[in-house]
Nanobody
């Protein structure tokens, strides 16, 4: 009922920048929060950053002052600007969206994208 699609990953050198995008679509009534998680090889998935509908944000300590999340509520889209990238930022980045979906009634949804690879290497 709700699809989440990420884009913008790739290979970048240390110190470089990338911008990820994530769009949610489907029978969406409202989105309460969207966020980015990442999973490096051999590690558990971890929370990177989230943003609520009213713009409140959270950042993991490891990305503070380097990553910036922003949101376009009209497009149900969230962006992640990643600057000063480090090799340890290498991971598959997943987008998550939580909110309310419209079917024959209203219900909650918690949807994930397929992930986009970010590789930081010289």
């Amino acid at each position: 009922q709700v699809q989440v699609v990420e884009s913008g990953g790739g290979l970048v050198q240390p110190g470089g920048s990338l911008r990820l995008s994530c769009a949610a679509s489907g029978s969406i009534f409202s989105i309460a929060a969207m966020g980015w998680y990442r999973q490096a090889p051999g590690k558990q998935r971890e929370l990177v950053t989230t943003i609520t509908r009213n713009g409140s944000t959270y950042y993991a300590d490891s990305v503070k002052d380097r990553f910036t999340i922003s949101r376009d509520n009209a497009k149900n889209t969230v962006y992640l600007q990643m600057n000063s990238l480090k090799p340890e930022d290498t991971a598959v980045y997943y987008c998550n969206a939580k909110g309310v979906v419209v079917t024959t009634t209203l219900g909650n949804f918690d949807s994930w994208g397929q992930g986009t690879q970010v590789t930081v290497s010289s």
